[in-house]
């Protein structure tokens, strides 16, 4: 059974911050490409950004400057900072492995949602 946990989310102005967080579980957080992703109303669900077990990093251009992934292998965790937030950053945000390891519902966390007003 897949275990993600995402948390962190919240209600923030324009211009704002936010640090959301991801526990996997071990199996899958041990050998895996790590990344957020995430899904406005209406849109297709989108890569966010990627860190590897390394610690490499890669990101949407949308986000470039602004958002930075880390993760903590001792903790099986990722995390995603955003700075500098929009209003067109608003959605729900998930974490997975990249590629996801699956499209099906069941292999994604309940996602924490993220909301910016202007």
């Known amino acids: 059974q897949v275990q993600l946990v995402e948390s962190g989310g919240g209600l923030v102005r324009a211009g704002g911050s936010l640090r959301l967080s991801c526990v996997a579980s071990?199996?899958?957080?041990?050998?895996?490409?790590m990344a957020w992703y995430r899904q406005a109303p209406g849109k297709q669900r989108e890569l966010v950004a990627a860190?590897?077990?390394?610690?490499?990093?890669n990101y949407a251009d949308s986000v470039k400057g602004r958002f930075t992934i880390s993760r903590d292998n001792a903790k099986n965790t990722v995390y995603l900072q955003m700075k500098s937030l929009k209003p067109e950053d608003t959605a729900v945000y998930y974490c997975n492995t990249k590629p996801p390891l699956g499209y099906d519902r069941s292999s994604w966390g309940q996602g924490t949602q993220v909301t910016v007003s202007s």
């Open positions: 071990g199996n899958i957080f041990s050998i895996n490409v």
């Open positions: 860190v590897t077990s390394g610690g490499s990093t």
